[in-house]
């Protein structure tokens, strides 16, 4: 697996840590973040050098998977760079959350490459057993997915078929309107973010709204909006923006920016059932 910093640089010692926990799992860990990610600022080095690194990995025969360092910012800027046609004929998994949010929906709708909201190697260092399992069971597993979220709170009840996608909210919407934004029609979203207070989450479902986004999808889940007001103001303003709407919505799902953060294929079938507060994927990612 190639670990790759395509967004902000990542510290040192998580680094170390994080692609010690990859190696434990039994991955082979190839870490190209090179010295120019190691400077100081808030991107992992130049659009050009970052892109060259992310398509040197997928041109690689012997990398089998792709790891993303930490998120931060940057991986919009290089999504015009990158060699999608490569990526379509030789798929590696892509493993991120936050940020490569971009890159995750950019991939798929270029190449129709399952994804994996997952964690960065920055944040396993962090993480907790539950988030290391359910990442190498996401890779691994030769049967279908079934997240169960007992926590989490049933918005809206019902079923929902379509497929998952999604991710940062704040990421998400940027991509809008742009040519890396797939399409959502019969999808399943997820979102999650940190540090946006309501006004802003508020801001962003009415943009949406106003674009007719939401009576096209089969379904909602939230997962962690960590620094962004409390779980009742979150859960109160997505009902009273979203009251109009007939889709199924779970609130609470431990992914995102917090200790847990499940991992979850973008790009695949599966059924979200709120009121049992799962989530059954209808096929396994397909893992070189």
């Avoid at 930490?70 to 999608?84: F, N, V």
């Avoid at 049967?143 to 996608?165: D, I, Y």
């Avoid at 742009?178 to 029609?185: I, Y």
């Avoid at 923006?241 to 609130?251: G, K």
């Amino acid at each position: 697996m190639g670990v790759l910093a395509p967004a902000s640089p990542c510290p040192v010692n998580e680094l170390e840590i994080g692609c010690a926990i990859l190696e434990k799992l039994g991955l082979e860990v190839v870490v190209d973040v090179g010295s120019e990610s190691l400077q100081s600022g808030y991107l992992a080095g130049s659009d050009g050098y970052r892109a060259s690194r992310f398509n040197q990995f997928v041109q690689d025969s012997e990398i089998k998977g792709l790891f993303c360092a930490r998120g931060g910012y940057g991986s919009l800027r290089i999504l015009p760079e990158l060699s999608y046609d490569r990526l379509r004929s030789t798929p590696k998994p892509l493993v991120g959350f936050s940020d490569i949010t971009a890159l995750l929906l950019a991939c798929y709708r270029q190449t129709g490459l399952v994804c994996f909201h997952g964690p960065t190697v920055s944040s396993l260092a962090t993480a907790d057993q539950n988030t290391v399992d359910s990442l190498w069971k996401a890779l691994s597993t030769t049967e279908p997915v079934q997240l169960h979220f007992p926590e989490a709170l049933c918005l809206k009840p019902g079923r929902g078929v379509g497929t998952v996608l999604g991710g940062n909210f704040t990421t998400l919407s940027h991509l809008l309107g742009t040519s890396f934004f797939p399409s959502f029609a019969g999808a399943i979203l997820f979102l999650e973010d940190r540090g946006e207070p309501p006004y802003r989450i508020d801001r962003m479902l009415t943009q949406l709204l106003h674009t007719g986004f939401f009576g096209d999808i089969a379904g909602l889940i939230l997962g962690d909006f960590s620094d962004s007001g409390s779980h009742d103001e979150l859960n109160e303003l997505v009902q009273e923006r979203l009251v109009s709407t007939s889709f199924p919505i779970l609130s609470g799902a431990p992914i995102g920016h917090e200790q847990q953060n499940l991992t979850l294929p973008l790009g695949l079938p599966a059924t979200l059932d709120a009121e049992a507060g799962t989530l059954t994927y209808h096929q396994a990612a397909s893992v070189p």
